[in-house]
Structure formats: structure tokens, C-alpha cells
């Protein structure tokens, strides 16, 4: 692991989710991504990025100061409250769970207690933000606990802990220096059994072979994983990855957050176009938050 890595994970998801903001929940085809833009359903500036990576940036900076999960919950809830980790303030986009979670910590309920573990509480809304985990903890046998841990402060059904235990694996995997097919064959093995049964499909291989039409990009949280990985597996580049996320359509922030980050270790920061950089709204506190995990 390097710092070209660890910027590259959290800046290319921090762009991903930024590409996606405009074109959130439109649909696959009528409209095609080349770069940044502004406007869309929540009528934002160019470059502006959404609750994904307020949350990713919110856990980067608390394990990058080593903070517990109480602590770290108090920052989500800064963030619900006062628009902390945001370019401007603003707070848009958060979804039902997250949100309940979020005011239940407020209320005084303790983090891992507060999030909600039904199964029609299985939005994406943990998977998008539990990328910095593998950074802080990459040799770390405490991983997969603190990834529970970290995943059920919002959204604690099994599928959605689980589903975040294999992305942050394959993570770790790519900056041990595996590349995108190996990581995922890799989770598909060591995760073969004890996993929620709904994940059978994807950890069979699937998405070797899949198509653009068997491509899910809704808000449910194995959709965005298999959307997800299926772009990262079906293209040789940062740029087109993300863009690929996008032009799915539908939950075009989170499906390009999520695949950003993995795509940004894969090929590193430096993949990253400049010019993205340039315009993104806030990029100096993202990188920021970024640098305290290269320490």
C-alpha cells in the first residue's frame, strides 16, 4: 500500500460520486456523461459531491485520528446537523436509513445500536462511505470486525454488512497489487460460504461474463456492488470506469462513488484526470482528509 493508493481510493470516489450527482436517478440511456457538469435532480454546481463521500470523508478524517466509533458517529451526526464535510454546507440526498440512524445517534443512541437491521433496510447507504477501513486497517485482523462494526451504525441487516466486508476485501486486495479479476475471483472464494444467501449469484463469478442489460444500478445495496465491480472488471482505466458507472444510470453518485474508489487504487491518483480535479467544489479539504491516511 502507498499514498498514491490511499489518495487514489479516496479522491476516485470522491470524483465518482461528483460525476454522478447531476444524473442521478435517470434513466440508462437518455443521457451520455463525458465529464462534470451541474444541475440534475438536486440542481447542484458542477463538481459538487453528494452524502456519499460527506460520510466516506466523515470516516477517513475520524480513523485518520484514531477516534472510536462514538466518536465518529458524532461526526456523521456534525455533518446531518451543520453540513460538516460538505463543500458549502449544504447536506442533500441522504437516504431514509441513514438518516433515521443518523438522528437516532443524535438522540443519544449509541452508534452500533443505531442503525436499522430490517431487510427492507438494504439501501447502499454503508457500502458508499466503508472504503477507508481498508486503509486504516489493512494488515489488520481487526478489519472485517471494524467493517461490521462501522457498516451497522446505519444499515445492519447481514446483506449489508456483508455486502461491505467483500468490497473493503477487495480493497485490500487491489492494493496488495492484485488486479481488478484477481480480486474479485480472490472475494469470491474466501466469501463462498456464511455470506446472506442473496449473494450467492455474485460470488459465483457472474460478472466475468455479464452484460451491460444484467447490470442492476439501483440503490439496493448488492445492485451498487455488482454494478460496481462489473465496471471496474469491464474496463482498463480510471476515466472510462467511472464514466461507465454513470452512464448506467439510475443511482449514478453512488454506483460511480463506490467503483471510484476501487478504480482510483487500482490505477492511482495520478490516473485521475487533472481537469476533474480542478473542478471539483471542496478539493482541498478532500484531499486533506485524504493525506491523514498516508501518515
Not at 177 to 189: F, H, L, R, S, T
Not at 217 to 244: I, K, P, Q
Request: proline content about 2%; charged content about 20%.
Amino acid at each position: 500500500m502507498n499514498n498514491n493508493q490511499i489518495m487514489g481510493g479516496i479522491m476516485g470516489a470522491v470524483i465518482g460520486d461528483a460525476l454522478g450527482v447531476p444524473y442521478e436517478f435517470k434513466e440508462r440511456d437518455s443521457f451520455k456523461a463525458t465529464g462534470m457538469t451541474s444541475g440534475g435532480y438536486h440542481n447542484q454546481p458542477l463538481g459538487t459531491w453528494s452524502d456519499d463521500s460527506a460520510l466516506l470523508l466523515a470516516l477517513a478524517d475520524g480513523l485518520g485520528q484514531d477516534m472510536g466509533i462514538q466518536e465518529i458517529g458524532n461526526l456523521f451526526v456534525e455533518w446531518r446537523m451543520s453540513g460538516a464535510y460538505t463543500p458549502d454546507g449544504v447536506v442533500f440526498d441522504i437516504g431514509a436509513t441513514t438518516n433515521t440512524a443518523i438522528c437516532n445517534m443524535a438522540n443519544g443512541i449509541y452508534p452500533t445500536d443505531a442503525g436499522l437491521k430490517g431487510v427492507h433496510n438494504n439501501g447502499n447507504g454503508a457500502l458508499m462511505r466503508i472504503l477507508p477501513i481498508a486503509f486504516k486497517y489493512f494488515d489488520d485482523d481487526f478489519r472485517e470486525e471494524s467493517v461490521e462494526a462501522v457498516a451497522s451504525m446505519t444499515h445492519g441487516h447481514k446483506l449489508s454488512v456483508d455486502c461491505c466486508k467483500i468490497y473493503v476485501e477487495m480493497a485490500a486486495d487491489l492494493l496488495r497489487g492484485m488486479d481488478a479479476k484477481e480480486a474479485y475471483q480472490d472475494v469470491c472464494i474466501r466469501f463462498k460460504h456464511g455470506c446472506d444467501r442473496k449473494l450467492k449469484p455474485f460470488l459465483s463469478g457472474k460478472l466475468f461474463t455479464a452484460t451491460r442489460d444484467q447490470i442492476d444500478s439501483s440503490g439496493y445495496v448488492l445492485s451498487t456492488l455488482e454494478a460496481a465491480v462489473w465496471c471496474l472488471l469491464h474496463n482498463d482505466n480510471y476515466r472510462d470506469t467511472v464514466l461507465e458507472a454513470v452512464n448506467l444510470g439510475d443511482d449514478t453518485d453512488t454506483t460511480a462513488c463506490v467503483v471510484g474508489g476501487l478504480a482510483g487504487i487500482l490505477y492511482g491518483y495520478d490516473a485521475i484526470p487533472e481537469h476533474w480535479l480542478e473542478q471539483l467544489r471542496g478539493r482541498d479539504q478532500a484531499e486533506a482528509i485524504a493525506k491523514k491516511l498516508c501518515q
